[in-house]
Every structure is written in structure tokens, then in C-alpha cells.
């Protein structure tokens, strides 16, 4: 049984940092292709960034390009999520996906990942 557990959520000033973590089990974390999507209070889930099973590319939306940061750990199965120069705009719930990478092309659609997080909530405030 695959578990992904997000954690590092919190309450942070405007123009703060925070990083979130991603610990996956239960499957080879080296196979598998990672993401970040988030859900803001009546909006949809939204892609955030993803990395490949390598760490070799990272993909990134545009509102967050250049502030957020995806990486990962491969000998600790987890996934990391830099956020830096944070804005009101970021407050959601951050989810962290799974699919096997092998199957993954776009990197940015829900549907590509078969395993999810529980969410951990990111306050920004003003």
C-alpha cells in the first residue's frame, strides 16, 4: 500500500518562506514521477511544480516560477517544496502526488498521479 504524507504547512508572513516535505511508501520512490498541486477555499486544484523520477527536470507553473522550488531526495524518499517570497495568493492546501513516471508526459494534470497526500494547509498573511 503506497502512503504519501505531506507535512510542513504552516502560517507565514507575505514575503516568508516556508518548505514542505513529501515522504512516499510503500512503492520504488526512484520510479516514480513527483508533484505539487494545491486547492484554494472554492477554486480547483491547481498544478504547483512536479520533478522527474531523476531530479533531472523540474516543471513549474507560472505564478510560481522563479519563487518555488521542487526537489528531491531519493535515498530518503521524499520530495521537497522551497516556497520563498510568499503571497497572500499562495494560501491553499498543498497536495503532493505520485504516478509512475513512466506513464507521466505533461507533468501538470491531476489525472497523471495515482497517489495523493492528505493536504497540508499554507496560511499566507498580510
Known amino acids: 500500500q503506497v502512503q504519501v504524507v505531506e507535512s510542513g504547512g504552516g502560517l507565514v508572513q507575505a514575503g516568508g518562506s516556508l518548505r514542505l516535505s513529501c515522504a512516499v511508501s510503500?512503492?520504488?520512490?526512484?520510479?516514480?514521477?513527483m508533484g505539487w498541486f494545491r486547492q484554494a477555499p472554492g477554486k480547483d486544484r491547481e498544478f504547483v511544480a512536479a520533478?522527474?523520477?531523476?531530479?533531472?527536470?523540474?516543471y513549474y507553473a507560472d505564478s510560481v516560477q522563479g519563487r518555488f522550488t521542487d526537489s528531491r531526495d531519493n535515498a530518503k524518499s521524499t520530495q521537497y517544496l522551497q516556497m520563498n517570497s510568499l503571497k497572500v495568493e499562495d494560501t491553499a492546501v498543498y497536495y503532493c502526488?505520485?504516478?509512475?513516471?513512466?506513464?507521466?508526459?505533461?507533468?501538470?494534470?491531476?489525472?497523471?498521479?495515482?497517489?495523493w497526500g492528505q493536504g497540508t494547509q499554507v496560511t499566507v498573511s498580510s
Open positions: 520533478i522527474n523520477y531523476s531530479g533531472s527536470r523540474a
Open positions: 510503500g512503492r520504488t520512490f526512484s520510479s516514480l514521477a
Open positions: 502526488a505520485a504516478g509512475p513516471d513512466v506513464l507521466v508526459t505533461t507533468y501538470r494534470t491531476t489525472y497523471e498521479y495515482d497517489y
